[in-house]
């Protein structure tokens, strides 16, 4: 790697703020807000909207969308195979 092109890679303390979560990873992302981590050190700290605790995905409360249903209605507002005169 060449030097003095690069990002500092160094921990910095991710928080959710809808799940009260913070985890503590390594990362170039700069912050100018800081926290004491349970170790006793102070890291830089981002918060994020949301994290795998808090996301619908993750946490099993995903809508399935009815597609079906959609192409279904489509068709039957607009018609299919429906050609111009």
């Known amino acids: 790697m060449k030097p003095g092109i690069h990002p500092e890679y160094r921990p910095v303390v991710f928080r959710d ?4 979560y913070a985890f503590l990873t390594r990362s170039t992302a ?7 981590w349970e170790d006793g050190n102070t890291y830089p700290v981002i918060d ?3 994290s795998s ?6 946490t099993g409360t995903q809508r399935v ?15 299919r195979g429906r050609s111009k005169p």
């Open 17 to 20: 703020r809808a799940a009260d």
């Open 30 to 36: 700069t912050s100018d807000k800081t926290i004491e």
């Open 53 to 58: 605790l808090s996301h619908p995905f993750y």
């Open 65 to 79: 969308l009815d597609t079906a249903g959609r192409v279904e209605r489509f068709e039957r507002r607009y018609g």
């Open 48 to 50: 994020v909207e949301i």
